[in-house]
């Protein structure tokens, strides 16, 4: 990990959390609280980590506030969408598959 790289990257995170959040469609938004998470372990920065820490509670206070306007779906239809984890997985190959509302999905993400 080149440290400069980190920061650059958590800079370009961090404004999209602080100020375009609102804008970030729901299937974009479970990807953006995973970035948020993996800069939160990351080691070499550890500034950047406790700052994603606060990012993601910032997240979970949009989250909270605004829970009814991510209410709607995350495409369009009629069904659940099913989601997938890629780091679960079963001996019978099963990907870790689960239907959820979008918004329960964000609280898992987090």
């Keep these: 990990h080149d440290k400069p790289h980190i920061v650059y990257g958590f800079n370009s995170v961090s404004l999209i959390c602080t100020d375009f959040l609102t804008n970030l469609p ?30 993601l509670l910032s997240i979970a206070d949009f989250l909270g506030k605004d829970s009814g306007a991510l209410s709607q779906p995350l495409h369009s239809g009629d ?9 679960e997985s079963t001996a019978e190959g099963d990907s870790g598959s689960f239907a959820a509302a979008p918004v329960a999905r964000l609280w898992i993400s987090l």
Aim: proline residues 3%.
């Design 26 to 55: 729901l299937d974009c938004l479970a990807l953006f609280i995973t970035t948020i998470g993996c800069y939160g372990l990351q080691s070499a920065e550890i500034n950047v980590s406790l700052t994603g820490i606060g990012l």
């Design 79 to 87: 069904h659940a969408e099913t989601f997938s984890d890629p780091q």
